[in-house]
Nanobody, 117 residues
Framework: QVNLMESGGGLVQPGGSLRLSCVASGIPISTYEINWYRQAPTKEREVVATIERYSHTTRYADPVKGRFTITRNNGENTVYLQMNSLKPEDTAVYYC??????????WGQGTQVTVSS
């Protein structure tokens, strides 16, 4: 059984930092493309960061470039999202997604990030 468990969300002031974790079980994450998505109230879910399978090549959405960093620890079977210089517009539920071959997709339950003073 595949499970993705996010953690690390919370309330932070503008300009602060958080590190989200996505711990995977049931799949070796190194063989999956791992994406962090977010969904704010009344908005569609959007991808913010990606780390490619079998490599550490990364991609970022324009609003988070230079502030967010996605990394993968194969030994821990975990992907991280380091978020710095957080802004109120980063407030959303953040989801971990593992995309495999043949349109296979696994999702975590999400973790809430709130940026507010």
């Amino acid at each position: 059984q595949v499970n993705l468990m996010e953690s690390g969300g919370g309330l932070v002031q503008p300009g602060g930092s958080l590190r989200l974790s996505c711990v995977a079980s049931g799949i070796p994450i190194s063989t999956y493309e791992i994406n962090w998505y977010r969904q704010a109230p009344t908005k569609e879910r959007e991808v913010v960061a990606t780390i490619e399978r079998y490599s550490h090549t990364t991609r970022y959405a324009d609003p988070v470039k230079g502030r967010f960093t996605i990394t993968r620890n194969n030994g821990e079977n975990t992907v991280y999202l380091q978020m710095n210089s957080l802004k109120p517009e980063d407030t959303a539920v953040y989801y971990c997604n593992a995309a495999g071959w043949g349109n296979i997709n696994y999702w975590g339950q999400g973790t809430q990030v709130t940026v507010s003073s």
